[in-house]
Structure formats: C-alpha cells, structure tokens
C-alpha cells in the first residue's frame, strides 16, 4: 500500500475524477463517511460540524480497537442547536405547527423540522417587507392624507365658476333661481365662490356657543330687524334679504351645498379688509365692522380684531397667537368662528405633507439611483472600457517568460526548481548573468533566483514582449453548486467554440462543494472532472485549506485544483 501522496497511481480517464489524497494511519474507522449528497432540506452543515471530505482528521490509534473520542468524527456529527435569537424568532413564527403535526407530513428528524421552520420564516420575513412596501406605496397617502384632508376637500376661491359659498361650504348655483334682490349668478361673476353668508337672515340664538357671552361680538345683531331696533350704536346694520339659511330655504333657491369647504390663500385672506383667521379658519367680519365702527372700550376681543384687521401683511391676518394667550379671549373663539365663518385657509395639513414629502423623496431616490447608473454606464462605456483592453505599448521589453515562476512556486508539487509545472525537466540550465550570476532581471525592475529560473527547451526565462504578442489573456469563469453534466457541457461548449483564440482563453471552473444533483448519478465537482483532459505534468492536485466567510466549522474548507484541457 503506498504510504506517500508521490506513491500513488494516477488514473488519468475521461470519465473518472482524478483521486484525492488520504493517508491512512493506524486503525482508522471512519464511520461510514462517504462522498454523497447531502438532503438539500435539512443542510446539517448549519449546526453539525462537517468532517472535511478532502482530507478528514486524523485519528490517534487506542487500544479499545478504534473506539472514538470526544474529539473525533462521531462529535462531528452529533447535532448541536445553538439556542439564539433566529432558532427562537423560527419557533415563534412557526408555533402553530408544533413537531407532532410535522411527523405526520414525513418531516421526522429534528433537522429537517428546524430547516423547515427558518425556511417558513424566510417565507414570512419577505411577505411581511412586502407588505411593508405595499403600504408604503399604496396605503400611506390614504392613512395620513385620508380624503378629508386632501386638497379635493377645498375649492379655492376664485376658481369655479358658478359657486358662491355660505358658511364656509361651497354652493353650486348653475340652477338657481334669481332673486329679486339677489342676483347669484352675478354675484359667481365678481368673484366665484365668494360668501354671501350676510345675505341670510340670523340671529343671536342661531348660535348656541354664544350663549352667555356678554360681549359685542357675541351680542351685535347680524341683520337689521324688528328685535335688532334697540341697537343704539352710531353704526347701522345690514339688510338681509334672503330667509334664514336652512336647508329648505337652499332648495327653494335651487343651490346645491357641495360639501366642499371654500378655501382661501393667506393673499386673498390680506387682500380682503374685514377678513382674519383664526386657528385656520377665514372669518368674515364686515357684520361686526359695519355695526360697531368706531373701538369699544374695556373690550379685549374688539381691540383685538382692530389690531389684526388693521395689519394688511400677507401673513399678519393670523389671530391665533393672540387670540389663545388670554382665557379670556381664548372662550371667545369658538363663537366668533361660528358667527363669522367664511372658509378655511387652503393649507396643506402635516399629514399630507409627510405622504407627499415621502412619495417625492422616494421619487426623487429611485430616479436618481437610476440616472446616476445611466450616467456610470455611459461614462464607462465612452471613456473607460476602450482603456481597459488596450494592447501593450511597449511589445519591445523584457519579460519573465510564462514557462519561469518565482522561486517557492509549485515547490510541493514535484518541482523544487520553482519552475513552472510544463517546463521541461531534462533541458533546464541554469541562466548566467554577465554582471551578476546569481540574478536575473526580469521586466519589472525585480530580480529573480538564479536557483528559481531554468533554461525551457534551449529557450531563455526572459524574453522579448514581442513574442508574447499584443492579443489579451482571457479568464472564462464558471460557477457550479447542483448542475448536471447537460448544463454544464452547454455552458462549457458555448465558451470553448467562440472565436477568441484558444491559447489566450482559460476555462476556470469552481464547484462549490461536494454537491449531487437531483437525478444525477455524480457530484458535480465529479462531473466536471470527468470533461477535463487531465495534464499529469501538474501533478497530483493537493487539498489547500482557507478560510472562508463563516463561523466556526465553516470557516475552515479546502480546496482542489486539477488542471488539463477540455477537448470537447
């Protein structure tokens, strides 16, 4: 039995991989181990440590005839369940299927129960993002900008046509009757949508939120009448020509409430002589003006109402601030706003705000994730690709030829010259240097081994870049996990038979473990193999270990490189 890696037969075939190395030291028991496929459910590799299968542990010889210690591959292969916070997140979102219910659909092993529970998590993680973006996108503007709040809820004054407003509600009076005071139609031609609110004859107790309230703007008659002939103000007050403002009286005139509100800019609130606003609210007090000309004294709310109507600013007709410092002209809002309402200022609300600002920032991110790859895309491809494959400049230095390698190189693989594994054994000489015999200077600036650089076939490790030529080194990589012999022949094919020139063209294939697909009788990696033209003069392939990302036993792999020709 060969006791050396060197020793043993390579069995070069077209449809046998090459052999792998294993040393065998004292009574080995293995357990079983073999080269097969995994389940593709359960993947025991998340919480069992995996025995290599390039080169599994050695196992120290006992005298119990092989038995295994707590350290040896039967550890390996005992299950361990980490109890963190994805097993805990899986359990709770799979509580309803309990491990009974999953022995009774053929899911028995305590693996394949957890990898089907993290696969339903997985599941409902992205129906849960889904539903996020589906809110996000359609259901957002409605659960912060509902239809209440939204800008079709006002009409803004001026707008439309054939609308007058009465209470802050916008009338449509396209039918309406003319009266014989009251043109309506005239009225929508001045200004649509303006209100007439004064037309309508009111009195004190059509407003019960002013009840108990002692003064003139609670107090001052709206329309002039048999109850208001006491009013002994210098003043007068104005005619209302139309009955009072109920719904009987607005069918009469034929004028149809729209249930819309009559909405006002802060500019045609200040463009306005006896408007303000209060808490958003457009109040019409020309009543209230007319009838009481000249400051009441000992009277905060009148001065109050002087003070702002007496501020034609843009943004100064705003009595809110002042209106809500005192108790006692804070009791007075609510009736001033019912007597006196004339629309709503025509505002965004915040709601609305965040619905909008949000679907234009989105707007704004995707277009310019978009416009941002566009642009990288043409810059690559006008200015930076061309340079990218551009020929060499300079095909008259030289150059380490490609049969040298550094020394150190391919040194475990039967060559401890550092040459390169086709370089010809029985023609190397060693490479005098006129100036220094020990070293060679090769196209870099860097200076190689005379231990480390060979004659190849009469031929000097250094050459001229000339007989390299200007043509590009291709590297055609291919990815295999579960592929069939069919679909990786097709891939491989399609490379081989393009025009670019064979001996500038490498395939690399990497397999990403010993994976069988389903249906196939070989592993993949023993698939592939199996199309190579093995090249003895590389050697053996030996299994290299690397980290790779992962924790614990995951972190540790090995590798296999063979190499060869593919012929087709």
């Given amino acids: 039995m060969p006791t050396k890696f060197e020793d043993i037969p390579l069995p070069y075939s077209s449809s046998k991989p090459l052999p792998t190395r294993q040393h065998t030291r004292g009574p080995t028991n293995t357990g079983g ?9 359960t993947k025991p590799e998340r919480h069992v440590a995996p025995v290599p299968l390039i080169a599994p542990p050695q196992l120290p010889p ?7 210690g707590n350290d040896g591959p039967a550890s390996l292969l005992s299950p361990r369940f980490d109890l963190n916070w994805w097993v805990v997140w899986s359990y709770a979102t799979t509580f309803w299927a309990p491990p009974q219910v999953l022995k009774l659909f053929g899911i028995k092993e305590k693996a394949s129960r957890q990898a089907w529970r993290e696969k339903i998590t997985l599941c409902w993680i992205a129906v849960l993002l889904g539903a996020i973006v589906g809110f996000a996108t359609m259901g957002l503007q409605r659960a912060l900008c509902p239809a209440g709040e939204s800008d079709s809820a006002f009409r803004r004054l001026g707008n439309d046509p054939l609308t007058l407003s009465i209470s802050g509600k916008v009338f449509n009076i396209s039918t309406s009757l003319t009266q014989e005071d009251v043109d309506f139609y005239a009225l929508s031609k001045q200004m649509p949508g ?3 609110t004064n037309l309508f004859t009111r009195s004190i107790t059509d407003y019960p939120s002013c009840s108990g309230h002692t003064l003139r703007y609670a107090t001052t008659p709206l329309c002039k009448s048999a109850a208001s002939s006491s009013f002994n103000e210098t003043g007068t007050l104005q005619s209302c020509p139309l009955p009072a403002p109920t719904e009987t009286t607005f069918d009469s005139l034929q004028i149809q409430n729209t249930g819309l509100e009559e909405g006002y800019s802060w500019a045609q609130v200040a463009a306005l002589q006896s408007y303000l606003v209060i808490d958003g609210f457009v109040l019409n007090l020309e009543p209230y003006i007319v009838a009481n000309p000249k400051p009441i004294v000992n009277d905060p709310v009148d001065s109050l109402i002087r003070q702002v109507l007496s501020n034609q600013t843009t943004s100064g007709k705003d009595a809110t601030m002042l209106f809500y410092n005192r108790a006692e002209t804070r009791d007075a809002v609510k009736c001033i706003q019912d007597r ?12 609305c705000f965040v619905a909008s600002l949000f679907l234009y920032t989105s707007l704004t991110v995707i277009l310019g994730v978009v416009f941002v790859r566009f642009a990288m895309a043409c810059i690559f491809n006008w200015f930076i690709s061309s340079r990218l494959v551009l020929p060499p400049k300079d095909l008259g230095r030289t150059v380490v030829s490609p049969a040298v390698l550094p ?4 040194i475990s693989i039967h060559n401890k010259t550092g040459t390169a594994p086709w370089a010809s054994d029985n023609t190397s000489k060693k490479l005098k240097n006129s100036r220094n015999p020990n070293i060679v200077q090769n196209g870099y600036g860097k200076g190689l081994s005379s231990s480390s650089t060979t004659l190849v076939n009469g031929a000097e490790p250094v050459i001229n870049m000339a007989r390299i030529g200007s043509e590009l080194f291709v590297v055609a990589l291919v990815t295999c996990y ?7 022949r097709g891939t491989v094919e399609s490379i081989a038979a393009t025009n670019y020139s064979d001996t500038r063209k490498i395939l690399w294939i990497v397999c990403d473990g010993m994976i069988t697909g389903a249906g196939e009788k070989m592993s993949t990696p023993d698939i592939c193999v199996s199309m190579l033209d093995a090249d003895p003069r590389f050697g053996n ?11 614990g036993a995951k972190r540790e792999n090995r590798a296999m490189v063979y190499a060869g020709h593919y012929g087709g």
């Fill in 33 to 41: 181990a073999s080269l097969r496929r995994g389940k593709t459910l």
């Fill in 62 to 68: 006992h005298g119990n005839g092989g038995n295994l």
């Fill in 194 to 196: 303006q209100d007439i």
């Fill in 340 to 351: 006196y309402l004339a629309g709503r200022i025509d505002k965004i609300t915040p709601g």
């Fill in 407 to 410: 020394e150190g190189a391919n």
């Fill in 482 to 488: 579960s592929e069939g012999e069919a679909s990786v």
């Fill in 541 to 551: 392939p030996m299994p290299m270990g690397y980290i790779a990302v992962g924790t």
